[in-house]
Every structure is written in structure tokens, then in C-alpha cells.
């Protein structure tokens, strides 16, 4: 389920990667309807009984995503950088780079719930 709150803050997003930051939200609310969206630290945040994920929305260079107990996430996704006890980060340079992702972002939804889920 989209936020209003979410809606109004892209409508408000002026930055070069609004057209990817746009397309990674709408795959994550996809991949499972459970997905919830809302604004946290001044920035899109994805959760499932927790968060998922935020958006570093001053990334100009690219649309950075950070995932935040991302070293939990079961599964091998090889796009998830860091190697930190818990963080993980997903950037995409590009549009061509959010759709070549797609499935793997599903992917992670899919797993994040699942986990969450078992708890």
C-alpha cells in the first residue's frame, strides 16, 4: 500500500535519480503487499514488521538504498554492498540498472518477509 506521505514527498524530490528512486519504490511495494512505505529520517522508508529499508536521498550520483539489518536477509544477493554486522547498501546508476535489478530486489522483499515472518 502506498503513503500519501510518500506521494508528496517524490512529488517535492528534486533530484537527478527521481526517476529511479520512483521505480525501486514501485518494485519494492509490489513484490508483496504486505510492503508499507512511509517517511522516516527525511527519506522513503520500505517495512514488514520492521524496516526494511531507506533511501539516502541525497545521492545525486547515483539512487542508493540502505537496508538496514540487510546482514540478516537470508538469501545471496550479490548487489547488497557492506560488510558490516548488520547494514547493507543497493545502489543503481541508472534506470537500465533499477530494472536489470528488478528481480533480485523482489527477491529481497520476498526473504524479508519470510524472515520476518518465522520470527
Not at 5 to 34: F, H, L, T
Not at 76 to 88: N, S, T, Y
Not at 96 to 118: F, P, Q, T, Y
Request: no cysteine; aromatic share 10%.
Amino acid at each position: 500500500m502506498s503513503s500519501q506521505d510518500v506521494d508528496q514527498w517524490m512529488a517535492a524530490y528534486d533530484n537527478p535519480q527521481k526517476a529511479s528512486v520512483q521505480r525501486i519504490r514501485e518494485i519494492i511495494m509490489a513484490a508483496d503487499g504486505r510492503m508499507e512505505e512511509t517517511i522516516k529520517w527525511q527519506a522513503p522508508t520500505f517495512m514488514y514488521k520492521g524496516n526494511l529499508a531507506s533511501f539516502f536521498p541525497k545521492a545525486k550520483a547515483h539512487a542508493s538504498l540502505m537496508f538496514h539489518t540487510g546482514a540478516e536477509i537470508p538469501g545471496d544477493f550479490p548487489h547488497l554492498e557492506g560488510d558490516g554486522d548488520q547494514a547493507r547498501t543497493m545502489k543503481f546508476g541508472d534506470l537500465d540498472e533499477v530494472e536489470a535489478r528488478k528481480g533480485e530486489l523482489e527477491a529481497i522483499v520476498v526473504a524479508w518477509i519470510a524472515m520476518k515472518d518465522a520470527e
